[in-house]
C-alpha cells in the first residue's frame, strides 16, 4: 500500500540506517566471497552507492528525463540536475544531434 514502510525490521518498525547499513555490508561480503575480481563491489560500497548507479544508469543508459528520475527517487530535480548534470548535459546534446539527422 502507499503508505507501507519499503524496509521493514521483523516487528514492522522503520528500518534505520544502522541496521539496513550492516544488512548492505554483509550482502556485500557474501556476494564477493563467490565473486571474481571483475565482479567484485567494492568493500566501502554502501546502500548509497547503489542509489547513485541506479540515478546514472537512468539517465545515462535508460534515457529516462531528470523529473521522471526524481520523482521515481524522492529526490528534488534541483538535487538531480546539481548531481548528475553531466549525464543530463550530454543527453541533451545528443537529443539535438539527433534531431538535426532527421527530416522536417
Do not use: C
Not at 550482502?27 to 546514472?56: C, E, L, M, Q
Request: glycine share 4%; no cysteine.
Amino acid at each position: 500500500m502507499p503508505g507501507d514502510l519499503l524496509f521493514a525490521t521483523p516487528d514492522g518498525k522503520m528500518w534505520r540506517r544502522d541496521q539496513w547499513a550492516e544488512q548492505v555490508r554483509s550482502a556485500i561480503a557474501a556476494y564477493n566471497k563467490d565473486s571474481t575480481d571483475a565482479a567484485r563491489v567494492p568493500t566501502g560500497a554502501s546502500a548509497y552507492s547503489f542509489r547513485h548507479a541506479r540515478i546514472s544508469e537512468l539517465l545515462q543508459v535508460y534515457g529516462v528525463d531528470p523529473l521522471t528520475v526524481a520523482a521515481q527517487t524522492g529526490t528534488s530535480l534541483r538535487m538531480i540536475e546539481r548531481a548528475y548534470f553531466k549525464f543530463i548535459r550530454s543527453a541533451m546534446l545528443e537529443k539535438i544531434a539527433d534531431l538535426k539527422t532527421k527530416p522536417a
